[in-house]
């Protein structure tokens, strides 16, 4: 059976990548690891209200789609870093906007918000 090459497809392994790339935690991991490599706890450190859970299925989802690498250090204790690859910096740019995009426009959001609340 032939999968429609769409994102609106719901089989579609476009859409599943954008699912990926749009998940609140995915866009945050992304923009902290666009400084360089990050350990783990300094990761859960900096993005506060994710759980150790999400924090690691987040990273495992992103390493197997090719957007971050894990490197192991055979010290003790063990360090773990997590990285960009090359495939995870393309995203910077549009990471980067949408970043921009919710700074400039959280005051319209949150005046929207009010006016809609304000009607129910």
Do not use: N
Request: proline content about 6%; hydrophobic content about 45%.
């Amino acid at each position: 059976m032939l999968v429609e090459a769409t994102v609106y497809a719901k089989d579609c392994p476009s859409r599943q990548l954008l699912d990926r790339i749009g998940d609140t935690w995915s866009v945050l991991i992304v923009a902290l690891l666009a400084d360089g490599p990050l350990r783990y706890t300094e990761l859960a450190h900096r993005i506060p209200g994710i759980s150790p859970k999400m924090l690691t299925q987040t990273l495992r989802a992103l390493e197997r789609d090719g957007l971050v690498t894990r490197t192991v250090y055979p010290v003790v204790p063990p360090r773990v870093d997590y990285a960009l690859t090359s495939l995870g910096r393309s995203l910077l740019g549009l990471v980067g906007a949408l970043q921009q995009w919710a700074e400039k426009h959280i005051a319209d959001v949150v005046e929207a918000r009010s006016a809609y609340d304000a009607r129910g």
